[in-house]
């Protein structure tokens, strides 16, 4: 499937409401080349940064994914090798649906990766 993506960016996007729905494994520097550079973390120091996504599918159908560090209390998600990420969204369809992204973004040629994690226990 073919999606279309506007990040932080390139214009708002509204994640509100967002909860954990996987995890991520891909390095920091991956990410920034793929979706530019994350916004800042939260003020008390749970995230010290994340992506937004607004993710728009061929159907038209669109969600928002948010790809973050969580608690580590330290700078260490600002390191190019980390790969230890939380994915927000509204179901567990954001997960699947981030990893056919990075996939496809990765591998034009169709060939596609393992970089989510949905089960939560």
Same mark, same amino acid.
């Given at each position: 499937?073919?999606?279309?993506?506007?990040? &932080? /960016? !390139? @214009? &708002?996007?509204?994640?509100?409401?967002?909860?954990?729905?996987?995890?991520? !494994?891909?390095?920091?520097? $991956? *990410?920034?080349?793929?979706?530019? %550079?994350?916004?800042? @973390?939260? =003020?008390? =120091? $749970? !995230?010290?940064?994340?992506?937004? *996504? %607004?993710?728009? +599918?061929? $159907? @038209?159908?669109?969600?928002?994914?948010?790809?973050? +560090?969580? $608690?580590?209390? +330290?700078? #260490?998600?600002?390191?190019?090798?980390?790969?230890?990420?939380?994915?927000?969204?509204?179901?567990?369809?954001?997960?699947?649906? *981030? /990893?056919? *992204?990075? #996939?496809?973004?990765?591998?034009?040629?169709?060939?596609?990766?393992?970089?989510?994690? !949905?089960?939560?226990?």
């Amino acid at each position: 499937m073919s999606y279309t993506v506007k990040t &932080h /960016n !390139t @214009g &708002h996007v509204d994640a509100c409401c967002t909860s954990l729905v996987g995890y991520l !494994t891909l390095e920091r520097s $991956k *990410l920034v080349e793929l979706f530019g %550079e994350p916004m800042d @973390g939260s =003020g008390d =120091g $749970k !995230t010290v940064c994340e992506w937004e *996504l %607004e993710v728009t +599918d061929e $159907k @038209g159908d669109a969600g928002v994914i948010t790809i973050y +560090d969580w $608690k580590n209390y +330290d700078q #260490s998600a600002m390191a190019d090798d980390y790969k230890d990420w939380n994915i927000g969204g509204a179901s567990n369809r954001s997960a699947r649906v *981030l /990893n056919e *992204l990075i #996939s496809e973004m990765i591998n034009p040629n169709g060939d596609y990766g393992n970089y989510v994690r !949905t089960s939560l226990y």
